[in-house]
C-alpha cells in the first residue's frame, strides 16, 4: 500500500493536461514523453492549418498559426527532434545510412574519390554522415538551427544545371512525414529523381550508385489506410528505385534505395488500402 502510494505521488502530470512546452537549448533533460508529444503537437497543428487553407478558413488559419507559435514553433520541433535522435533516444539515423554506403565507398587502385550526399532536413553538422571522411555533405533545413546549415526549402532549391551540382546519396530521414500535403509528398520524391547523379561516380567500387536514403515513422507505412509497404515499393519503383536495405524497429522504418536512372513515374491516388478504425490517414499521392 505504502509503494503504491510512492509510485501515485511521483507519477508526472500528463502533457495532455497542458500545451507543450517551449523547448530551449538549455533544457535537455525534457523526457521523452514530452518530446514525443511535443512533434506529434506540432503535427496535429499542421494538418489543422493545411484543412483550415484548403477551406479558406483564414480565421482558423490565424489561429493555429499562433497556437504553433505559443507552442514554439518549428523551432521547438526541431529541438524536440534532435532530442530525439541524441545517443540516450535512439541516436543518430545517419549513423545506419553510413553504414549501409560502407561498401559502396571502397576506393579502386588507391584513388579517393567523395560521395556527395544532400541532407534535407539537416539538424546536426556533427551527425555520423558529416564526420565520414568519404562523404561531402551539403545540409538544408527550413529553419537552421547552426552554422553549416542553410536555410532552405527542397522544393524551393533550384534544379541542378550540371552533373557536379548533382548529389550521390539524399537524405529524407524524417522529413516526408513532415510534409503535411499528400501531393506535396509525391512532388518531393519525384524532385529526387532530378538531384541524383544517374551513373556510378568512378574511382570506386562496383557497387558504388546514387541512392536516396528514407525514414519514416513505422506508422506511416504499418499503420495507415492509405499506404502500405507494397504501396510504397510500387511508388518507389515507378521512380526508378530498387530496394537495397531495409531495418524497420518500433517505432521507425530505415531504407536505402538505389537510384537506376530510369524514372516513369505513375499516379497513385488517396486510396483505401488497409481499413481500420484505429489506423492514420497518412498517404502518398503522385499525379
Known sequence: MINSKRQRLKRPTLLSR?????????????????????????HRLLKARKQASQTGDAASVAKIDAQIEENGGLESYQLASKLGQSSTRGGDSSKLLVDWLAPRLQPLEGKHYKYRVLEVGALSTKNACSL?????????????????????????????????????????????NYVPDALVRGEMLKRCTSFLVKSPPSGLSQGACSCLF???PAACVYNSRYLTEARLYDIMSSMGFI???????????????????????????????????IRNNFTIIVK
Open 243 to 277: 530496394l537495397s536495405n531495409s531495418k524497420k524497429t518500433h517505432k521507425l522504418i530505415y531504407q536505402l534505395w538505389e537510384y537506376t536512372g530510369d524514372s516513369n513515374p505513375r499516379s497513385f491516388a488517396k486510396e483505401m488500402l488497409n481499413p481500420g478504425k
Open 214 to 216: 528514407l525514414v519514416l
Open 18 to 42: 497542458t500545451r507543450p512546452p517551449t523547448i530551449k537549448p538549455g533544457h535537455a533533460s525534457l523526457s521523452s514523453k514530452a518530446t514525443r508529444n511535443l512533434i506529434r503537437s506540432h
Open 132 to 176: 565520414n571522411q568519404s562523404l561531402e555533405v551539403t545540409r538544408i533545413d527550413l529553419n537552421s538551427q547552426e552554422a553549416g546549415i542553410s536555410k532552405q526549402d527542397f522544393m524551393e532549391r533550384p534544379l541542378p544545371e550540371h552533373v557536379g551540382d548533382q548529389f550521390h546519396v539524399i537524405s529524407l530521414s524524417l522529413v516526408l
